[in-house]
């Protein structure tokens, strides 16, 4: 008898199985935006290379900068570094000026994972060798594009069942 109940339930389960993917992606994706409005954090800081400072439980160096020559644009790449006591990571963030039109953009450095994304951008140049950066710890940032994914895969499988239908 154990047996028949599960059997209707995993049959319950697979017959609703495009509901279940879209409410989980919602529940997966409400949890992320939740967690990211209530917990970012961000911090504008002014560094020289080899400074160094505290954010949250990483220690920031900013190891180095060079100018670097792309297809349509010259940019300063700056080279940032992350400790937070187990794991050293290196990210990489660029100003560029577009020659054709003058225009100037900032290519953020990102450092992802499951848990929490690390952004830096470089900032301005304020004195010969000293340059701003923005910092933002964002977490769960992950889950949020998580839940769009189950939503979008639960909303596919309910389209093949309608067709199906037909």
Known sequence: MTKKRNLSYWNFLRKRLAVTFAHAGMAILVIGVGVVSSYSLEKEIIL?????????????????????????????????SFDDGSELSNIVTEKRTYLPSGQITTEAGIQADLFKDLYVSIGD?????IWSFKIQIKPFIRWIWLGA?????????AGVKQFKRR
């Open 149 to 157: 994914l189950l939503i979008a895969i639960g909303s596919f499988l």
């Open 48 to 80: 020289s290379p080899g400074d160094s400072t505290e954010f949250s439980d990483q220690t920031i160096n900013f190891q180095s900068i060079d100018d670097l020559l792309g297809p349509n644009y010259t940019s300063k790449s700056a080279v940032v």
């Open 125 to 129: 140049n304020l004195q010969s060798n």
